[in-house]
């Protein structure tokens, strides 16, 4: 069974640009959820999707968007990059959303703002 | 949503057994404990996961005591490979969401 899968890998990206990151979850998985890490703030929580639907959002601001399509992929949109949103982008799947649920990880991009 | 506590680092050697303890003392009834190891520029791989007492598996052990404000993540004859970072995660439920709160978790250096 693949993976989950995050496109791209590496992102250059200049001040004040968009950027659009991409996520496959595994086959079947429909509870995708997508993480910033960055050295001084370590793994945090931007938002889940859940057919279709955001169940969760963390503490950003709305420069940070997503959304989920009908085959459970999930797409991340950031607006008027900033230097600070140079950061490894996680993107998680699970099968559903109970505690004992596993979230897979993907392998993750890595986006510079120059 | 549960906060944990881990070591920052921790060395060992080669071969040796490495035990790794998380606090979370406010953990709710119905969530588990799951730990993830992380190496550089890599999303975070699952490891193991418990409700109570023991937990094993073919890379690690875990053990919960029965108060379950805690966990130990062990690691049989660890080899350098196993440098990495180990989180311990405790699943949280903020009315009908579930959300990963990931600590700054333990850097494993692994020595010859």
């Known amino acids: 069974k693949a993976g989950v899968t995050q496109t791209p890998r590496y992102l250059i990206k200049t001040r004040g640009q968009q950027v659009t990151l991409s996520c496959s979850p595994i086959s079947g998985h429909r509870s995708v959820s997508w993480y910033q890490q960055t050295p001084g703030q370590g793994l945090q929580f931007l938002f889940e999707y859940f057919s279709e639907t955001q169940r969760n959002k963390g503490n950003f601001p709305g420069r940070f968007s997503g959304r989920q399509f009908s085959n459970s992929r999930s797409e991340m949109n950031v607006s008027t990059l900033e230097l600070g949103d140079s950061a490894l982008y996680l993107c998680?799947?699970?099968?559903?959303?109970?505690?004992?649920?596993?979230?897979?990880f993907g392998a993750g991009t890595r986006l510079s703002v120059l | 949503l549960a906060k944990t506590t881990q070591p920052i680092s921790m060395d060992s050697y080669e071969g040796q057994e490495v035990n790794i303890t998380c606090s979370h003392n406010?953990?709710?009834?119905?969530?588990?404990i799951t730990w993830y190891q992380q190496f550089p520029s890599q999303g975070p791989r699952f490891i193991i996961q418990g409700y109570k007492t023991k937990v094993t598996n073919e890379v690690a052990s875990l053990f919960i005591p029965a108060d379950r404000k805690s966990s130990t993540l062990s690691l049989p004859r660890v080899s350098l490979s196993d440098t990495a970072v180990y989180y311990c995660?405790?699943?949280?439920?903020?009315?009908?969401?579930?959300?990963?709160?990931f600590g700054s978790g333990t850097q494993l250096t692994v020595l010859p």
């Open positions: 998680a799947s699970s099968s559903n959303r109970d505690s004992r649920t596993i979230q897979y």
């Open positions: 995660l405790v699943g949280a439920r903020s009315g009908s969401a579930r959300q990963l709160t």
């Open positions: 406010n953990i709710a009834t119905n969530d588990y």
